[in-house]
């Protein structure tokens, strides 16, 4: 029988959010849902970045697709991973 990975616990804690993932969520946060080629235009960063980075944070829990048109949001979760990062920057 397989031991169980890490990655597959449920109360594993979620990889360190990246300065990119920041970016998304506190746009999300601000603006409520998008798409990612506008989400893309309006944090500077390239929309196939944006794309990979929404899907490793929906993987995450952390926004979720509202639309079957990849228009997104964040989640609950999300905006508490973004208030645990920003607590862990020093001053």
């Keep these: 029988m397989p031991v169980p990975n890490a990655s597959d616990a449920p ?9 990119s993932d920041e970016r998304v969520l ?3 946060d601000d603006a409520g849902t998008d ?3 506008f989400l893309a235009s309006n944090t500077g960063l390239y929309v196939d970045h ?3 980075r929404l899907e490793a944070l929906d993987s995450a829990g952390l926004v979720e697709r509202v639309t079957g048109e990849a228009v997104y ?5 999300g905006r508490d991973a973004m208030r645990d990062d920003c607590a862990s920057w020093s001053d």
């Design 73 to 77: 949001r964040i989640t609950d979760a």
């Design 26 to 28: 506190a746009y999300l």
């Design 11 to 19: 109360d594993a804690d979620p990889p360190p959010l990246t300065r």
């Design 35 to 37: 798409y990612p080629a």
């Design 50 to 52: 944006v794309e990979a």
